[in-house]
């Protein structure tokens, strides 16, 4: 992951996290912190689902600069998504309705001219990228 550092360094950290929450109990509450990356990966997945459908149904390529539609869509699907954390517990499945509403206000900024031009995948590759 981290090209500077071993595999094995890597592994041997996750371990001791991982060993280290089992002996304390944390890990015992794990739902609640799965809970926040769902409401934080639902939107995103919402998004992408809205630019596939918005490019024919297929992958349109990569993007140019920053994608707005994309970050709007995230922030709102995330707000949606920990409204159960915030005092709203009878928002339930707020993963799906994260991902509805990512889905929804991607489309909705897309079709304002907020999502990016796509870069011809050659010019990505030769840039790096």
Known sequence: MIPSVSRTLSTLVGVTIAVGLAVTGVAANLVGFFSIVGASFGPICGAMAADWFLSGKKWAGPREGISIAGYGAWAIGFLVGIL?????????PAVVYSFLTGFVVYIA??????????????????KGA
Not at 84 to 92: R, S, T
Not at 112 to 120: E, L, R, S
Request: without cysteine; hydrophobic residues 40%; aromatic residues 12%.
């Open 109 to 126: 900024l897309a079709k304002a001219g907020f999502q990016p031009k796509t870069v011809p995948l050659g010019a990505a590759q030769h």
């Open 84 to 92: 159960p954390f915030i005092g709203y517990p009878n928002v339930q």
